[in-house]
């Protein structure tokens, strides 16, 4: 019924940028919270930055000042634009979304496939 894809991942060098995307699509009546995670390997997926339907944001101490989410709602689509990449920041990056679905009226968080982001030299 409902979709999140990701795109925008990619092999970047420290110190550079890269902007990710993830579009739901579906029987979709309303977003609420999208939320960007991501996976390095061995260790426990963790909550990278969070956006509410109007805008407020929040994002892990680890990635403020560097990263910045958005959403476009006409598009059904949040964007996580990084800069100054580390090496730390290798992982797969996730999307999920808090959606209210059209045909069901069921409300459930939804999951994209990931997007690989390495940071190396």
């Known amino acids: 019924q409902v979709q999140l894809v990701e795109s925008g991942g990619g092999l970047v060098q420290p110190g550079g940028s890269l902007r990710l995307s993830c579009a739901a699509s579906g029987s979709i009546l309303s977003i609420y919270a999208m939320n960007w995670y991501r996976q390095a390997p061995g260790k426990q997926r963790e909550l990278v930055a969070a956006?509410?339907?109007?805008?407020?944001?929040n994002y892990a101490d680890s990635v403020k000042g560097r990263f910045t989410i958005s959403r476009d709602n006409a598009k059904n689509t949040v964007y996580l634009q990084m800069n100054s990449l580390k090496p730390e920041d290798t992982a797969v990056y996730y999307c999920?979304?808090?959606?209210?679905?059209?045909?069901?009226?069921?409300?459930?968080?939804?999951w994209g496939q990931g997007t690989q982001v390495t940071v190396s030299s």
């Open positions: 956006i509410t339907s109007g805008g407020s944001t």
């Open positions: 999920n979304a808090d959606i209210l679905i059209l045909l069901t009226m069921r409300r459930g968080t939804y």
